[in-house]
Nanobody, 115 residues
Framework: VQLVESGGGLVQAGDSLRLSCSGS????????MAWFRQAPGKERELVAS????????YYSDSVKGRFTISLGNAKNTVYLQMSSLKPEDTAVYYC?????????WGQGTQVTVSS
């Protein structure tokens, strides 16, 4: 499985941004797709995830109500719609996929939120 992210950038607090992650090489709808983020000096954090079948959605408390994970029509692209962004959302965001473990990762995309 290969994953390629896009959509990061520099925004102001309160703005919205959508990240995209295009995948190829997977065949199972049991694959779980996720967005992680890692801020400088902090551990990587699971932000949101869902199964490629479209169910079993998870959000961390820090983004619940502000971020939405979704799949494209062909279920080969996963999006992270981020709204009401805060400076503490600044991080490198990574797309990941896997069945029992996340064993496929994208290269990461920087999101910077200025106050």
């Amino acid at each position: 499985v290969q994953l390629v992210e896009s959509g990061g950038g520099l925004v102001q607090a309160g703005d919205s941004l959508r990240l995209s992650c295009s995948g190829s090489g997977w065949t199972s709808f049991g694959v779980r797709m996720a967005w992680f983020r890692q801020a400088p000096g902090k551990e990587r954090e699971l932000v949101a995830s869902m199964r490629r079948s479209g169910d079993s959605t998870y959000y961390s408390d820090s983004v619940k109500g502000r971020f939405t994970i979704s799949l494209g029509n062909a279920k080969n692209t996963v999006y992270l719609q981020m709204s009401s962004l805060k400076p503490e959302d600044t991080a490198v965001y990574y797309c990941a996929a896997g069945i029992s473990v996340y064993d496929a990762w994208g290269q990461g995309t920087q999101v910077t939120v200025s106050s």
